[in-house]
Structures are given as structure tokens and as C-alpha cells.
């Protein structure tokens, strides 16, 4: 992982939240929150929670009897997810998921969405958030499977990749594509003391309107415009309408199914 594998700022998480939403996000986020539906009362944690799309899904989801606590390591996503909703049980804070300020065994659930994979110390998280768990609460998260089991994603860094051949951009295949190993998942959650631990492979298709929506939403509003500008300074808007172009050739001009895959865990504190 790189500097730049975690710049969510400027425009990036308004683009990310209209782009990447439908297309990634929201199916696995209603997911989620569908496995906490039974808690009636008490605390949730959300770590990792960018704009705010699984704090939505739990405030559709949850009683406003529970609080649902939202953070983030970018302040910046914090301030466009407090934009998007506005629920009495949900409260806002900036915090690092591998050093959070909150008291031990203090909620009844923790959930991330694609965020452990941005943790330089992955055990140092999965640690975490077991110490704040209470006893009998679980740790529910999601991580990408491989990414050519997400063949729309993969298409769009395949098709930047073939614009920058003596350095292609890999920050896809890098970071949120690169830890599809349920083995090693198992292993370090294990490890890191909990004694409950289910993996589900779970498959989900969102529709995509054309083809320029995923190109905008990964190449403007993801980390990977982060490397197109370091290698194209002020050529980002041509490099996603040729991409745009490539994945038209794929697909068709649209829309088209967007099939994607990904590991969903639940780890219990006993």
C-alpha cells in the first residue's frame, strides 16, 4: 500500500458516494446491515464509514433505540456523509480504526465495509475491535474477492493500466482487490482473539447506467486518480474518456450488469 491509497479528499468523496455507491457499495452495505437487524437497543460502531452509505442502511435498518456511532480516519468523508443524513441515534467522529478512543467493551456490534484493507496493521484492527466489543458481540466486515471476480472494476484498471505501460496504475489490484484470502482473513481474526469466526461468500449485481459511471467513480472519486495526475498532471479528464471508451468496447454503451463478489465475516467475542 502507498501514500496514496488512502487521499480521500477534495471532490473525491462526492464522486465516490454518487458513482461508487449504486455501483459497489450499496448492495454489500444493506448486506451488513441486514446481519445486525436483531440488535434492538445498545451500541454499534462503524469503523471505515467514508460517506456514510452503510450509516444509512443501519438507520434504515436499526430502532433509533440504537446508537450507531460513524467513523473515519478522512475528516473529508466524514463531512460529506454528515450531509446525507440526518438521524437523531447517529453520531459522527474522526477516529483511526487501528487506535480508537472509545472505552473497552463498550458496544454490541462493529461493522466496516471494505475498510480492512486499508489498515497498514490489519491484526492491529481486527484487535481493536474486539476490545471494544462486549461480551457476546460480534464484528461484522466485508472485503473485495479477487478482482477478476468483479469484472467491471477490473475493466477499468485494466483499460488505465493499458494507457501507462512502462508504469501502470495498480491501486485496485493493490489495496481494495488485493487481500482475497479467506485463509489468511480466518487466520488473523483468529489470532487476534476471537474464537466465533463464519466467512460467507457473497455474490451481488448492481446495474450500471453507461460506461462512464464506474470509469468517473474509480478514476475521480477512488485513490486511483491520485496515480493517473501523479503520471498525467492535468490529463485526468482525457484519461477517462478514453478509458470510458475501452469499457464502451466491453460492454456496450450500457446499461449492463455489473457482477461482484465479495467475503463477508462475522467474528464473535465470546
Same mark, same amino acid.
Given at each position: ?30 448486506? /451488513? ?8 437497543? !445498545?451500541?454499534?460502531? $462503524?469503523?471505515?464509514? !467514508? =460517506? ?8 434504515? =435498518? ?37 487506535? /480508537? ?52 472494476? $477490473? ?16 491501486? /485496485? ?44 467513480? /474509480?478514476?475521480? !472519486? ?11 498532471? !492535468? ?13 464502451? $468496447? ?21
Amino acid at each position: 500500500m502507498t501514500a496514496t491509497d488512502t487521499a480521500f479528499a477534495g471532490s473525491i468523496p462526492a464522486l465516490y458516494d454518487r458513482y461508487l455507491g449504486p455501483l459497489l457499495f450499496e448492495p454489500y452495505g444493506q448486506d /451488513l446491515a441486514e446481519r445486525l437487524k436483531d440488535i434492538r437497543q !445498545g451500541r454499534v460502531l $462503524e469503523t471505515a464509514a !467514508g =460517506t456514510g452509505i452503510v450509516t444509512r442502511a443501519l438507520a434504515r =435498518t436499526l430502532p433509533s433505540e440504537a446508537e450507531i456511532v460513524a467513523t473515519d480516519l478522512n475528516q473529508a468523508m466524514l463531512d460529506h456523509a454528515m450531509t446525507q443524513i440526518h438521524a437523531p441515534n447517529v453520531r459522527w467522529q474522526q477516529a483511526d480504526a487501528q487506535s /480508537l478512543p472509545f472505552e473497552d467493551a463498550s458496544f454490541d456490534a462493529v461493522v466496516c465495509q471494505f475498510g480492512m484493507m486499508f489498515l497498514p496493521d490489519k491484526p492491529r484492527g481486527y484487535r481493536e475491535a474486539l476490545r471494544l466489543l462486549k461480551p457476546g458481540g460480534r464484528f461484522v466486515f466485508n472485503i473485495w474477492g479477487r478482482i477478476a471476480d468483479n469484472p467491471v472494476s $477490473e475493466a477499468v484498471s485494466d483499460a488505465v493500466a493499458k494507457l501507462f505501460p512502462d508504469d501502470p496504475p495498480r491501486f /485496485l489490484e493493490r489495496t481494495p482487490y488485493g487481500h482475497a484470502d479467506p485463509d489468511r482473513i480466518l487466520g488473523e481474526v483468529e489470532q487476534a482473539g476471537f474464537e466465533a469466526v463464519e466467512i460467507d461468500e457473497v455474490k451481488k449485481t448492481s446495474v450500471v447506467r453507461s460506461p462512464q459511471d464506474p470509469v468517473i467513480g /474509480l478514476c475521480q !472519486g477512488s485513490p486511483l486518480r491520485g496515480e493517473i495526475e501523479a503520471r498525467a498532471p !492535468g490529463r485526468l479528464e482525457e484519461i477517462t474518456t478514453r478509458a470510458t471508451e475501452v469499457l464502451a $468496447e466491453h460492454f456496450g454503451t450500457g446499461p449492463f450488469e455489473n457482477p461482484m463478489l465479495a467475503f463477508v465475516v462475522t467474528a464473535r467475542r465470546t
